[in-house]
Antibody, heavy 119, light 110 residues
Framework: QVHLQESGPGLVKPSETLSLTCTVSGASTTAYYWGWVRQSPGKGLDYLGYVYHTGATNYNPSVASRLSMSIDTSANQFSLRLTSVTAADTAVYYC?????????????WGRGILVSVSS | QSVLTQPPSVSAAPGQSVSISCSGSTSNIGTKDVSWYQQFPGTAPRVVIYDNNERPSEIPARFYGSKSGTSATLAITAAQTGDEAHYYCGAWDSSLNTWVFGGGTMLTVL
């Protein structure tokens, strides 16, 4: 059974950097693509990007200038860093597995972590 | 404004069929596989349809996906109150070179 768990601070100050880690169990991060999706309060799903085990990344153009993702296959974890955050970055952040075996889809999700941006 | 367009809400009586549309373009739905996600309040989304019309084993056969041209549809037959949730379509967009989600549709069964 695949399990993803987000971790990181629940509160970040404006202009600072938001850092989150996703720990994967039941699957190896040396396979599949690993992504982040966020959801602002009362809003829809917002794709942020993915990282592959080679270190290759894809970022949503809307946040690409502030976003970086990395992967540590030895720890079976992948991470997100979002710089210069504002209140608009307040959201539940989900890590998810992007499978491309039978059509691209996010087939496994973490429970999500609420990150608030406030002074 | 989402790249994929969904109606904000749909409703159905228990036992009736209901469908949710997702409209896109040739750079996403027209040439890429569509997936659908179900999200209950306070929980993570889960995929209910992938590869346009495939269901994970744990999803009831009442959920059916289809695609025609640049539009996709999620149909639920014999809707139940337990199906009340938000539903999102998603696909890769080759022009934007990014994944895109629809704005989401709230299904009410009453």
């Amino acid at each position: 059974q695949v399990h993803l768990q987000e971790s990181g601070p629940g509160l970040v100050k404006p202009s600072e950097t938001l850092s989150l880690t996703c720990t994967v169990s039941g699957a190896s991060t040396t396979a599949y693509y690993w992504g982040w999706v966020r959801q602002s309060p009362g809003k829809g799903l917002d794709y942020l990007g993915y990282v592959y085990h080679t270190g290759a990344t894809n970022y949503n153009p809307s946040v690409a200038s502030r976003l970086s993702m990395s992967i540590d296959t030895s720890a079976n974890q992948f991470s997100l860093r979002l710089t210069s955050v504002t209140a608009a970055d307040t959201a539940v952040y989900y890590c998810a597995r992007l499978s491309t075996i039978f059509g691209a889809n996010f087939d496994q999700w973490g429970r999500g972590i609420l990150v608030s941006v406030s002074s | 404004q989402s790249v994929l367009t969904q109606p904000p809400s749909v409703s159905a009586a228990p036992g009736q069929s209901v469908s949710i549309s997702c409209s896109g373009s040739t750079s996403n739905i027209g040439t890429k596989d569509v997936s659908w996600y179900q999200q209950f309040p306070g929980t993570a989304p889960r995929v209910v349809i992938y590869d346009n019309n495939e269901r994970p084993s744990e999803i009831p056969a009442r959920f059916y996906g289809s695609k025609s041209g640049t539009s996709a549809t999620l149909a639920i037959t014999a809707a139940q109150t337990g199906d009340e949730a938000h539903y999102y379509c998603g696909a890769w967009d080759s022009s934007l070179n990014t994944w895109v989600f629809g704005g989401g549709t709230m299904l009410t069964v009453l």
